[in-house]
T-cell receptor, first 112, second 117 residues
């Protein structure tokens, strides 16, 4: 069965430092991969998605993610974190049947 | 203008009651979804509708009944509420996808926090 694992429940980084959030997926077919961000009390906003082609995808707010098929990973990165990036981040895989399967989320805290 | 809206934002009710959550999208999308986010923030799809037709029904108790009066609305009615129903419920919408999730971006509403006492 398809699944998404985000190994880190919480991550704390200093403002201006680089960030990497890990995501591993399990899916038998070619994956469609997504990163969403949820700010406190808000809905989910799509940061970026991977369907095919270039394995390094650029998203909004300066985020990027790299698809590595050999590692079944789709890690999210940002070179310099801003305090406004503090939120919860969800990785998801799109599966046949028109649904998204989400990971458990990673809470990002930014310290000044 | 809000793309996907939900009402109410907060809902506190007693066990055994029946309640509804409304969702409306003004994006002209054909597909709408309900997700449940539990206390551990785990987000899982419950239903999806395409042009008022049920597409996905994920092992959800039949106390939960989605209703789509038109393709811009997908309401969630819950009968005989239980403590375990306490969660945040998110509505989402997307352009019609040909069986592949998220081939078109899903836009999420702000969520409805349901608390069952």
């Amino acid at each position: 069965a398809q699944s998404v694992t985000q190994p880190d429940i919480h991550i704390t980084v200093s403002e201006g430092a680089s960030l990497e959030l890990r995501c591993n997926y399990s899916y038998g077919a070619t994956p469609y991969l997504f990163w969403y961000v949820q700010s406190p009390g808000q809905g989910l906003q799509l940061l970026l998605k991977y369907f095919s082609g270039d394995t390094l995808v650029q998203g909004i707010k300066g985020f990027e993610a790299e698809f590595k098929r050999s590692q079944s990973s789709f890690n999210l990165r940002k070179p310099s974190v801003h305090w406004s990036d503090a939120a919860e981040y969800f990785c998801a895989v799109g599966v046949y049947g028109n649904k998204l399967v989400f990971g458990a989320g990673t809470i990002l805290r930014v310290k000044s | 203008d809000t793309a996907v809206s939900q009402t109410p934002k907060y809902l506190v009710t007693q066990m055994g009651n029946d309640k509804s959550i409304k969702c409306e999208q003004n994006l002209g999308h054909d597909t709408m979804y309900w997700y449940k986010q539990d206390s551990k923030k785990f987000l899982k799809i419950m239903f999806s509708y395409n042009n008022k037709e049920l597409i996905i029904n994920e092992t959800v108790p039949n106390r939960f009944s989605p209703k789509s009066p038109d393709k811009a609305h997908l309401n969630l009615h819950i009968n005989s509420l239980e403590l375990g129903d306490s969660a945040v419920y998110f509505c989402a919408s997307s352009q019609e996808s040909s069986g592949l999730a998220g081939l078109n971006e899903q836009f999420f509403g702000p969520g409805t926090r349901l608390t069952v006492l």
